[in-house]
Structures are given as structure tokens and as C-alpha cells.
């Protein structure tokens, strides 16, 4: 059984807006599993009614074989969620609003699993400052604490990284990755494609409803390569296709003759190409 499954998820709110317009995906067990999207494509509506945190208007979700919405409480045990902006005590110490997550979770040992979980975020020496004296960065970081105290089989972050410096990016992502590798499953929102694309898959929600869901390398094989052949003074220029066969087919044309002086290659980015992905659904 995949981590997660959902099938034609749909949720409108009032009669006008249709945030998710019939979601279909599905999330394997130990996954990092990327979602992009334009601003108000429905990625937080997605992981509120995964999360049980919203009735969906139409469709079905499993969340590690459970319904949101029914199975709630057992569902809250084994899953984190650190929604978009952080849900914290600004007055309490970083350790106390840790615990206070684990404690609502009946995680045992408390304290000295609310230290691990800071330390694991490399916050340890603030552990006893009031929230409200720390960094936006730091502020996340206790988030993400609190998300995982309960060592939680699979974790929502919902744009972990907004906000946050090239450097603890990095870091947060090195984090993701051992708890993947501990068989957390990990289901991230970004608008940041160099982040899309340290995940296993991704998928691009447009408009409530997936267009793309692939691995990114077979998302950037979508993409356009640009070839530019200098042969004596002539330069010329060519667009083809991203695959790795799509360049060797090109560069067949020319032998490798000594009078091809330079070649370059330009392959588009991931970002240029969910870019086009996006407005050509559009
Ligand atoms: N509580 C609400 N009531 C009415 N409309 C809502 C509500 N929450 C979200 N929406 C609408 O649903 C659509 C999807 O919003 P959602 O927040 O899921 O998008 P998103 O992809 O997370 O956007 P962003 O990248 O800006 O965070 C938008 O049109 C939004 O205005």
C-alpha cells in the first residue's frame, strides 16, 4: 500500500472557487515527494485535506491506508504536519514548545526527545530562549522540531524553506533526506525549483488538478536544448529536444569534423520547464 492515494480529490470553497478541481497521485512509502505550483494552484488545500485538516467536496484520500477526516486521531499519532507559517508560543522557550507538541502526541521520555528533535535541527543552544527572540529562520527550524518530535512515519511540510537562507536550505534538505533515509515518507511544497529537484518526484498542481508527476530528470527531458555549432566563421544555432538522443542525433550531422571549431549546449532548467508546462496547460 502506497503512503498516500488519492483519487479525484475535489474541494471548492463557496460556490466560486474551485481549489482542487479532481486530484489524482499517489505517494510510495520512504518517497520525498515534491509539489509545485503557481500561487493558488490549491498545494495547501491538497495537504489540509490530506492532514484531515478540511472536508473535501468530492473524491477520495488515503494517508498510510487511513481517511483523513475519520481516522483522524490515528492519523495525527503517525503523521507531522509544519504548516506554511509557524504555529508557535512566542513566549515559551523553543525546548517548551517542542514539548508541548510531543506532549499532545503522548510522545514518552518528552524532554529528552524534545532535545533530540532541537538537535537534530541544530538548535540545541537556544533551546531555553523565548520563541520570540529567535531568527525567521530559527522560528522555522522550531517548526520543524515540533513536526517531527513524535518521530512521525511520514511528515507535510508545507514551504519548509520560505524564507530561509541559501545556507539552512541546504541544511533543512540534508535533513529531509536522513529522515527519508530513516523511511520517513516526505511530502514538501516549494516554489523553488533547485529544491523540486532533490526530491524522488514531483508533481505540478495547476489550477487544482496535476498536470506533470514524474521524476525530475524525466520532467527536464520535456525541456528544449538549445545547440550552438561554430563551423569555420559560420555559428549556427539549433533547438532540440532534451534527451540525451535527441543531442547524439544532432551532433551526428557534423562527425566531429576538425572544421567544427566550438559546440555548446544549453539545456532549459527545470524551473523554464515547468514554466512551459504550466502555460501550456494554460
Ligand atoms: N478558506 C478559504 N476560503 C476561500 N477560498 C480559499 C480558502 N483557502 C484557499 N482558498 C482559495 O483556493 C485556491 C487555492 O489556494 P491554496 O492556498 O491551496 O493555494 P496554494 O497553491 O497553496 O498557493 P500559494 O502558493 O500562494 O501558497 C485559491 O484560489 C485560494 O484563494
Not at 219 to 241: F, H, W
Request: with cysteine.
Amino acid at each position: 500500500m502506497d503512503a498516500i492515494e488519492v483519487e479525484g480529490l475535489e474541494k471548492r470553497y463557496g460556490k466560486k472557487v474551485q481549489a482542487l478541481g479532481g486530484v489524482d497521485l499517489s505517494v510510495g512509502r520512504g518517497e520525498v515527494f515534491g509539489l509545485v505550483g503557481p500561487n493558488g494552484a490549491g498545494k495547501t488545500t491538497l495537504i489540509k485535506a490530506l492532514v484531515g485538516a478540511l472536508r473535501p467536496s468530492g473524491g477520495r484520500a488515503r494517508v498510510l491506508g487511513l481517511d483523513p477526516l475519520k481516522d483522524r486521531p490515528e492519523l495525527r499519532r503517525r503523521i507531522g504536519y509544519m504548516p506554511q507559517s509557524p504555529v508557535l508560543y512566542d513566549d515559551l522557550p523553543a525546548l517548551e514548545n517542542v514539548e508541548f507538541f510531543g506532549a499532545a502526541h503522548g510522545v514518552r521520555g518528552l524532554r529528552e526527545r524534545a532535545r533530540e528533535a532541537l538537535r537534530f535541527v541544530e538548535l540545541e543552544e537556544r533551546a531555553n530562549d523565548p520563541v520570540h527572540t529567535l531568527s525567521g529562520g530559527m522560528k522555522n527550524r522550531v517548526s520543524l522540531a515540533c513536526a517531527l518530535v513524535h518521530r512521525p512515519e511520514m511528515l507535510f511540510l508545507d514551504e519548509p524553506t520560505a524564507g530561509v537562507d541559501p545556507r539552512l536550505r541546504s541544511r533543512f534538505w540534508a535533513a529531509f533526506r536522513e529522515l527519508a533515509r530513516g523511511g520517513a515518507t516526505l511530502f514538501i511544497t516549494t516554489h523553488l525549483m533547485d529544491e523540486a529537484i532533490l526530491c524522488d518526484r514531483v508533481a505540478v498542481l495547476r489550477q487544482g488538478r496535476v498536470v506533470v508527476c514524474d521524476e525530475p530528470r524525466e520532467i527536464l527531458q520535456r525541456g528544449r536544448t538549445r545547440l550552438l555549432v561554430r563551423e569555420d566563421e559560420r555559428e549556427e544555432e539549433r533547438i532540440i529536444g532534451g534527451r540525451a538522443e535527441d543531442l547524439a542525433e544532432a551532433l551526428h550531422a557534423y562527425g566531429l569534423r576538425e572544421s567544427v571549431s566550438a559546440v555548446s549546449v544549453e539545456a532549459d532548467s527545470l524551473e523554464q520547464v515547468v514554466l512551459s508546462i504550466i502555460g501550456e496547460e494554460a
